[in-house]
């Protein structure tokens, strides 16, 4: 008897797993389908489907530092490809990092603590790295407030960062 059950219930997820096979095939069909509707001229077709606003970070003299990718309570910089900026270069850890991420970070853990917000609410912030370059920075639970504060200091650290690399 029990066995007939096993045997029933496994049929069940079969056909279970079958149906969530089909479903994902077509998700990845839809989504091929959609990346065509991108124009070939697309501002930015590598932008996170999250993304309400692409800004781009330059110099003062224009060039392209990275871009900052902005979206309802999280965001994306992703530094520019041709661009190559080390962590050890400052003013990146001892301002960038120390003074504004991590003010920002400590801040909201007060909050936490105070019960003023969630915890999954709170600002937190990931380094991308491939060894000690920096690729980009996931910044969540971001408000528009800390959105002008990160963008400005941002392009200011990466601008000194830069100007460092062209002595």
Same mark, same amino acid.
Request: with cysteine; hydrophobic share 40%.
């Given at each position: *008897?029990?066995?007939?059950?096993?045997?029933?219930?496994l049929?069940?997820?079969?056909?279970?797993?079958?149906?969530? @096979?089909?479903?994902?095939? +077509?998700?990845?069909?839809? @989504?091929?389908?959609?990346?065509k509707?991108? $124009?070939?001229?697309?501002?930015? =077709? +590598? /932008?996170?489907?999250?993304? &309400? +606003?692409?800004? $781009?970070?330059?110099?003062?003299? !224009?060039?392209?530092?990275?871009? #900052?990718?902005? !979206?309802?309570?999280?965001?994306?910089?992703? *530094?520019? $490809?041709?661009k190559?900026?080390r962590?050890?270069? =400052? $003013? #990146? &850890? !001892?301002?960038?990092?120390? @003074?504004?991420?991590? &003010?920002?970070?400590?801040k909201d +853990? /007060?909050?936490?603590?105070?019960?003023?917000?969630?915890?999954?609410?709170? #600002?937190n912030?990931?380094?991308?790295?491939?060894?000690?370059?920096?690729? !980009?920075?996931?910044?969540y639970?971001?408000?528009? /407030?800390?959105i002008?504060?990160?963008?400005?200091?941002?392009r200011?650290?990466?601008?000194? *960062?830069?100007? &460092?690399q062209?002595?």
């Amino acid at each position: *008897m029990w066995i007939t059950v096993l045997f029933e219930t496994l049929s069940k997820l079969d056909a279970c797993l079958l149906k969530l @096979k089909e479903a994902l095939d +077509e998700l990845s069909i839809i @989504k091929r389908e959609l990346e065509k509707l991108i $124009p070939a001229g697309a501002a930015n =077709p +590598e /932008a996170p489907l999250w993304t &309400k +606003e692409v800004i $781009p970070l330059r110099t003062d003299s !224009g060039v392209l530092l990275a871009t #900052f990718y902005v !979206g309802e309570h999280q965001a994306l910089i992703r *530094m520019a $490809p041709d661009k190559t900026f080390r962590e050890n270069v =400052p $003013p #990146f &850890k !001892g301002w960038f990092i120390e @003074k504004v991420l991590e &003010k920002m970070r400590q801040k909201d +853990e /007060a909050a936490v603590t105070n019960r003023t917000i969630e915890d999954e609410d709170a #600002f937190n912030y990931e380094i991308l790295y491939d060894r000690d370059v920096i690729l !980009g920075i996931e910044v969540y639970n971001i408000n528009s /407030a800390r959105i002008k504060e990160l963008k400005t200091s941002i392009r200011w650290t990466l601008e000194k *960062m830069y100007e &460092k690399q062209q002595t």
